[in-house]
């Protein structure tokens, strides 16, 4: 009885995995659907790399265009006000307690 159910739990794992398998999104479409309008310079960058005569120059742009979506960076002056500020306390001769607490006195 046991090799009855340990052999139906395996066949339906297996079958669970093709078709999970079956209907997984391809990363890098999905990464160039989410760029948007920025769309046609990700594919310019592949375009380049396509024909480099080192394939893990390709290979290293597509893992990097797969990893993007998620990922955003900010712009505009509070953040560089943000930074200038942070920077200040982290570059003076004082312990990193120091530096913690003047951080968060601060709000930064």
């Given amino acids: ?7 139906a739990l395996f066949i339906s794992f297996l079958l ?5 398998s079956c209907h997984s999104i391809d990363k890098l479409d999905q990464a160039l659907s989410l760029a948007e309008e920025n769309r046609s310079e990700l594919e310019k960058v592949l375009e380049y790399y396509k024909n480099d005569p080192n394939p893990l120059k390709l290979k290293a742009a597509i ?10 960076s900010y712009i505009g002056d509070e ?17 990193v307690d120091v530096k913690n607490e003047e951080i968060k006195k601060n709000g930064s």
């Fill in 1 to 7: 009885m046991f090799k009855k159910d340990s052999k």
């Fill in 63 to 72: 893992f990097l265009i797969e990893n993007m979506p998620g990922h955003r």
């Fill in 79 to 95: 953040i560089e006000n943000y930074y200038k500020e942070l920077e200040s306390i982290i570059n003076t001769d004082t312990t």
């Fill in 16 to 20: 669970i995995t093709v078709f999970i």
